[in-house]
């Protein structure tokens, strides 16, 4: 059982197939998911994942909370919830998820608080068809009829189907299609409606009802984990480290390539000054004889 992520409702669109079919999709995005802390067997008697995402304003969150976010070295997150999972899916603290932990065509739950929409009638709340429109039903076509009993017991029966407050509870939508993902905005493009305003938070895990696709990330589609920064920057102080050598070699040869030539500059200088001063009257002499010719030809 993998973990299941946080995401925010953006609102309602439509996607195209190559064929030219319009479905209509729910865009879901990820804030910056995070593994907050791990439940372990040892220390609390099961195995779960506690996520969080958002990002709330210091002034808002409590000092207990400050310090269950500095234990952890994550910024603090505007909500939070718990995911159970088996042992060989446990994550690390500070992972962050990735749109990539769903796939194209994979079934999902989703599960959110739905649209409040006030004290509602009966028809309208719990899909009732109405009295008649006919003789005998004086102004009370929408009723919803008798709810009590006879004398006993005497009483209307609790989760009695009568008017009420309509929506804001918690509404779980499964099989739900995953159309589309977008791995570098982080969205999630979602089958059909999914509960919820926009802008709320909703939570989405792997369908119990269908069966996990083969391609699908494990233990889950990560971002940015601990161990791909620790792997990145090793290799950038590698790479530095070749770059320094490779240039400190080079330096080196130029510097030989220099003392080379000043070497031999210096050994033509100490060849001329090791010659004789009658040897060099000959040559000026020489030269000067040839520049006289030259000028007489001419």
């Known amino acids: 059982m993998r973990s299941g992520i946080i995401v925010k409702k953006i609102g309602m669109s439509r996607s195209f197939s190559q064929d030219g079919v319009n479905t209509p999709v729910t865009v879901l995005k ?7 802390s791990v439940m372990s067997n040892e220390k609390n008697g099961y195995t779960a994942v506690q996520v969080g995402a958002g990002k709330a304003k ?3 969150v409590s000092k207990p909370m400050k310090g269950h976010f500095s234990k952890s070295k994550i910024e603090p997150k505007q909500i939070i919830k718990e995911f159970i999972v088996s042992e060989e899916m446990i994550l690390k603290e500070g992972d ?3 749109a990539s932990h769903f796939v194209v065509g994979q079934k999902i739950d989703a599960t959110g608080i739905s649209i409040g929409k006030g004290f509602s009638g009966a028809m309208k709340r719990h899909n009732f068809s109405g009295l008649r429109a006919s003789h005998g039903v004086s102004i009370s076509h929408r009723s919803h009829g008798s709810t009590g009993n006879s004398q006993d017991p005497g009483k209307v029966w609790k989760g009695k ?3 009420g407050q309509y ?3 918690q509404k779980t939508i499964q099989n739900l299609t995953i159309i589309n993902v977008d791995i570098e905005e982080d969205l999630i493009f979602v089958k059909g409606s999914v509960p919820g305003a926009k802008n709320s938070y909703i939570s989405l895990k792997d369908s119990i009802k269908h069966k996990l696709p083969e391609n699908v990330e494990k233990p889950a589609g990560l971002r940015n984990s601990k161990t791909d920064n620790e792997e990145k920057q090793n290799d950038v102080a590698k790479n530095l480290e070749n770059n320094d050598l490779s240039s400190n070699e080079a330096k080196i040869n130029n510097t030989d390539e220099v003392n080379k030539t000043d070497l031999e500059s210096k050994q033509m200088d100490n060849n001329d000054s090791n010659e004789n001063p009658a040897s060099k009257e000959a040559k000026t002499t020489e030269k000067n004889n040839q520049e006289t010719l030259g000028e007489n030809k001419e």
């Open 30 to 36: 990820l804030e910056n998911v995070q593994v907050i």
């Open 58 to 60: 210091l002034k808002n």
């Open 96 to 98: 962050t998820f990735s």
């Open 161 to 163: 189907k009568m008017a």
């Open 167 to 169: 929506g804001n509870v």
